[in-house]
């Protein structure tokens, strides 16, 4: 009896535990920037505009990995386009993979309008932090029967 209930307390408490890691690490992403979407990506390219002083405008073609929190249904593998603002030495370079904090972007157009975002502040892309890679949700069909020959 004594150990059934502490087999019960000991689950409850884990999952309590995960509950609040969950719900921290889904607030970070919620505050940073703003922004309405959350997406792991892959840059690229990056193409360069020179602007008037300092800032230039900067155009990456990005590679979704992963979806952390989204409004424009993007999935994994999609390649979108996000207009952003960077000084000389902010620009990512081809290969960097991290954590991008983005909204629709107002003059997008076009039949890709939808793929296409704005960086809305200069901290809208953050480097994915050291450990285990970050959950990945795929989503999968079932496949009913076994393969047919």
Known sequence: ??????IRIATVAALGVLLVLWGEAQAVHELKAGATEALEVKVLEAQVHQGQGE???VLYRMEVLSVLRSTSRENPGDTITVRSYASNNETLAPGWIGVANLNPDPKAGGLDARQQFI??????FEDVP???PSLRFTPSTPQVG???Q
Do not use: I
Not at 1 to 6: G, K
Not at 119 to 124: L, R, V
């Open 130 to 132: 050291p450990g285990p």
């Open 55 to 57: 800032r230039q405008e």
């Open 1 to 6: 009896m004594f150990q059934v209930h502490s």
């Open 146 to 148: 076994g393969p047919t």
């Open 119 to 124: 960086a809305p502040h200069g901290d809208s």
